[in-house]
């Protein structure tokens, strides 16, 4: 039997690795569901290739034209426009697996009925976990299903534990240790960053990847919001997981035990073996991944995180110190001021400067629902809004 797959965020870097999996194993999955934002032409461009069931763009001024190209193109299938469309796929019967792939708080609702409806949720949307992580593990309880990791720390981590998502106290777990990559600006001062251009903070070092996750690397925002998923995904209190720099990211992270015993997972840095894991959990199947080759590969370094030439990866750590919904305000911060950044409106060094005004200025609430949830997001949004016109317009 084929495992039925909607793919959200299809045309993006992580979806085109998760269709890229699939497309090597016909007889156990099948693209059911695709969504994508804005791209009609590249989510017609898959629907000739994957022939799905269903084909939603996310924005739904754009649904009539897609529903018209993909007749001209030959393409039966349904469509959908909008996310109402997109909550009902992910509950419904097309799919059996949900990659939650939508970049941003965009993809928050998306990710949270997938659990809710008990569907096996592949997890790339790292902000839905940062936003709301205790909703995420009550609608995953509701619905009973399994989520898998595919950010590849946590997958990492997720491989080194023993069953997945175990209680980490009975398993005799000491710590959890992200390797970073460091980003491209690794060993610059603050200095040297001041004129830091989009295209420079989006060339990463050993990740292809989309630019929003990109820049995030860059200022090891990225970090931050892993150290907050690993809490919630794990159970893992904020002094129990340390960060390392690893540059050759051929580690993707390590469990420390009480025993002394460190796991790691290894491999080359390519999102299709995460991707792959996940999919077929507990079971393997090939990749696609060149295999590592150690010997080849030169030694492998580590050392300390600079937090403070990256302070975003320092105010990840207070976020989540601080409690209820900071890390909330902090990725809606991070969300506006990184869009600016990209559009070439505020500076590199700004971004971590614009998060903290933002922390400071709300400070965190309980997070007791979706709709307060989205609320706050939007408060949030306006205050990052606020600061940026204030200092750098
Ligand atoms: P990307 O920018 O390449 O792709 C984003 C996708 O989301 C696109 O398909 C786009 O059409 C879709 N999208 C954007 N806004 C949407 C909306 N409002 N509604 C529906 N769809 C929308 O991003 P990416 O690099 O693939 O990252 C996707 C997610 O995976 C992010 O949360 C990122 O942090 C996470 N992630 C990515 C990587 C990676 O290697 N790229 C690794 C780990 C985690
Ligand atoms: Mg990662």
């Not at 593990?137 to 946590?154: K, N, Q, T």
């Not at 340390?242 to 002394?260: I, N, R, T």
Request: charged fraction near 20%; glycine fraction near 8%.
């Amino acid at each position: 039997m084929t495992t039925s797959v909607a793919v959200l965020g299809a045309t993006g870097s992580i979806g085109t690795s998760t269709l890229d999996v699939i497309a090597h194993h016909p007889d156990r999955f099948r693209a059911s569901v695709l969504v994508a934002h804005r791209s009609v032409d590249a989510l017609v461009a898959l629907c000739q290739r994957f022939r799905p069931d269903l084909a939603i763009i996310a924005d739904a001024s754009l649904g009539a034209e897609l529903a018209r190209r993909l007749v001209a193109a030959d393409v039966r299938c349904d469509v959908g426009a909008g996310s109402d469309a997109v909550i009902a796929a992910v509950s419904g019967p097309l799919c059996d697996t949900v990659v939650a792939a939508i970049v941003g708080a965009a993809g928050l609702e998306s990710t949270l009925a997938a659990a809710r409806a008990g569907k096996r949720l592949l997890l790339a949307n790292k902000e839905s976990i940062v936003m709301a992580g205790p909703l995420l593990l009550d609608a995953l309880r509701e619905g009973g299903g399994v989520l898998i990791p595919v950010d590849s720390e946590h997958n990492a981590i997720f491989q080194c534990l023993p069953g997945g998502r175990p209680d980490l106290n009975k398993a005799g777990v000491r710590r959890l240790i992200l390797t970073a990559s460091g980003g491209p600006f690794r060993g610059r001062t603050r200095a040297e960053l001041g004129s830091i251009t989009p295209d420079q903070a989006c060339a990463h070092p050993k990740w292809s990847m989309g630019r929003k996750i990109s820049v995030d690397s860059a200022t090891l925002m990225n970090k931050g919001l892993e150290v907050i998923e690993a809490h919630y995904l794990f159970g893992a209190p904020a002094d129990a997981i340390d960060v390392v720099v690893h540059p050759q990211s051929l580690v993707h992270s390590m469990v420390e035990y009480l025993d002394g015993s460190v796991l790691a997972q290894l491999g080359n840095p390519d999102m299709r073996t995460a991707i792959a894991h996940a999919l077929a959990w507990p079971e393997r199947i090939e990749a696609g991944v060149t295999p590592l080759d150690l010997p080849r590969s030169g030694p492998l370094a580590f050392e300390p995180a600079d937090t403070d030439t990256f302070r975003c990866l320092a105010l990840a750590f207070e976020a989540l110190r601080a409690g209820g919904d900071a890390t909330a305000i902090l990725n809606a911060a991070n969300e506006v001021a990184v869009d600016a950044f990209l559009a070439g409106t505020l500076p590199f060094l700004a971004i971590a400067e614009v998060v903290e005004h933002v922390l400071a200025e709300l400070p965190p609430e309980p997070v007791v629902d979706v709709q307060t949830l989205v609320a706050r997001d939007a408060v949030a949004r306006q205050a990052a809004r606020k600061v940026l016109h204030r200092a750098y317009c």
